[in-house]
């Protein structure tokens, strides 16, 4: 078992134990919660927290609780994105979307429970709670602040290539929550949580605009954004060298999002 | 001035200190979110906490953030209920829905930013953080349950006076973690916290029997619901004796709730 792999069901065990029990009273939101959260995807912001713990030299088990947390505030953003008033999807990860499934109602308030049960579930840390929890209130309100300016910039409010804020918050702040929460709750000192801070913001940066290359849909030509792809990540993996544990997972995270766009 | 006044005005200038500055970038979201608190209501919760602060031998302002994110945690729940795929209200208090003045995106996105935003607020308490952020937790998960029962009744799941659960989930939770969260912050022992929460529970749940009756939308006959009432608020002042501060203002508070019937 490799060691991604190990952490990945360390995440999807902690999930399936802090997620409502399937047809616990009132059914339909514990079945839309389960499902919305799901299983088999690639878990990169929980696993980045755990992999930030043993990289500030604690274990991975003590950041199990913050990187459910951290998955399910993004899964509960993908079900409010999905909704018809914003994206209006169908389908997210091959499957019908939670609104398409459970309809509009329950799809809103199964993502208002995810967002409060993913504060309730980080208090579980085992120290620094009070900063984690203040990481993950940042990292709430910051996703929201990008998902509303992204808006405007689709309803041509904002120019196409003004992303910086958009995706410095819809992308970078629960990559670098996932970071610094992990760091937090594996005893990290202040500089350690600052250089996975570093790492994850352009960590995040690069992930977002691959994505957009994925895509097809980068602000910017092709080459400028290949460019910031591998700036990204080099920062990204300049401030790992910093660190007191075993940052050997978070730099092949890293490496691994350079390697998709070839 | 009188003392709920004074306690009024902590509130409105604690959620000015809290949210977001009028026109702050994204400019939407900043006005959907202070448009959304709005000013000028009875801010019962908040009130109950500050006061459930002094029942316990503390200060009012000991418990101003733990008021502000329960005040907040209830208005994102009205934003989110007026949506057009829940109860497609077009006017609350007077005025606009949310989703009417700002549109159905920004609604959705307002309330959770209001959601996370109250978490954050809250971990400014003085004391007892982690119980405080705990209790706002379960009643942020509850009243989600309460209101998805609630859809389930009144599509005909369940009959008409299956309202046990949803009362004490959808309005008593806030109640209840208003009167702990400010007992908490305050500085009380278990014993007072038990107190408050049983006063606040029933205070809850006086509250919504009287509000179906004000609504005529009861589930019982009238002489029952009114019986209910009564009930309901003995027990809550009941409890209030066993608290060592000043509880005048929660027992007023109580009192004139069975003062709105006749």
């Known amino acids: 078992m490799t060691e991604r ?49 043993m990289a500030v030299g604690g274990s991975a088990d003590d950041a199990r609780y913050p990187a459910a947390a951290i998955e399910m505030l993004h899964n509960y953003t993908l079900v409010h994105d999905d909704l018809p008033a914003m994206d209006n999807d169908i389908e997210r990860r091959g499957k019908l979307t939670v609104w398409k499934k459970f309809g509009e109602a329950n799809a809103i308030l199964a993502g208002d429970a995810l ?28 996703v929201v602040q990008g998902q509303v300016e992204d808006l405007e910039r689709e309803n ?14 819809k992308t970078a702040d629960l990559f670098v929550a996932a970071a610094a929460m992990g760091g937090l709750a594996g ?48 920062v990204a993996l300049a401030a790992l060298v910093r660190l007191p544990g075993d940052a050997t997972l978070l730099r092949e995270i890293a490496n691994s999002l350079v390697g998709r766009m070839s």
């Open 187 to 234: 005893g990290g000192s202040e500089r350690d949580i600052e250089a996975l801070r570093t790492f994850a913001l352009n960590l995040g940066l690069a992930f977002q605009f691959e994505d957009d290359l994925l895509d097809g849909d980068s602000p910017f030509p092709r080459e400028k954004t290949e460019a910031l792809v591998r700036q990204k990540t080099d």
């Open 115 to 142: 967002l409060s049960l993913a504060f309730s579930v980080a208090l579980n840390a085992p120290r620094n709670v009070a900063a984690i929890m203040a990481t993950l209130g940042v990292a709430g309100f910051g």
């Open 156 to 169: 041509g409010a904002l120019p196409a290539d003004a992303v910086d804020f958009v995706y410095a918050h």
């Open 5 to 53: 792999t190990r952490l990945l069901n360390i995440v999807e065990a902690t999930l399936d134990e802090v997620l409502p029990r399937s047809g616990e009273r009132p059914k339909a939101l514990s079945d839309a919660m389960r499902y919305a959260v799901g299983s088999g995807g690639k878990r990169i912001r929980p696993i980045v927290c755990l992999a930030s713990s």
